[in-house]
């Protein structure tokens, strides 16, 4: 039987990947040049994310992250594209 110390270094373990997530988040954001970070919400934008959101929610709910966050990358000829989706919750 497990115990109190096994479930320490799980929730230890957890809390660590989810920093690490957190942190490259966070580093992606400031990395942005202000011209993203800047962008006017459309009318349309809130339809659009709730649409998104509906078609994403079981890959938010599962994935090998633990937390909701769902990562997409298209390599194209040149450039290379990532989309990034998450539900922020904060602490």
């Not at 270094?9 to 011209?35: D, E, G, M, Q």
């Not at 938010?60 to 966050?69: D, F, H, R, T, V």
Request: hydrophobic share 45%; with cysteine.
């Amino acid at each position: 039987m497990m115990g109190g110390w096994y479930n320490y270094l799980t929730l230890t373990k957890r809390f660590i990947n989810h920093a690490c997530v957190a942190l490259v988040l966070l580093a992606t954001i400031l990395c942005l040049p202000p011209s993203v970070l800047a962008a006017e919400p459309s009318a349309s934008d809130a339809k659009v994310l709730l649409a998104k959101y509906v078609d994403l929610k079981t890959q938010l709910a599962k994935n090998q992250y633990g937390i909701p966050l769902y990562l997409e990358s298209q390599e194209q000829a040149n450039p290379l594209r990532v989309d990034m989706d998450g539900i922020l919750i904060p602490f």
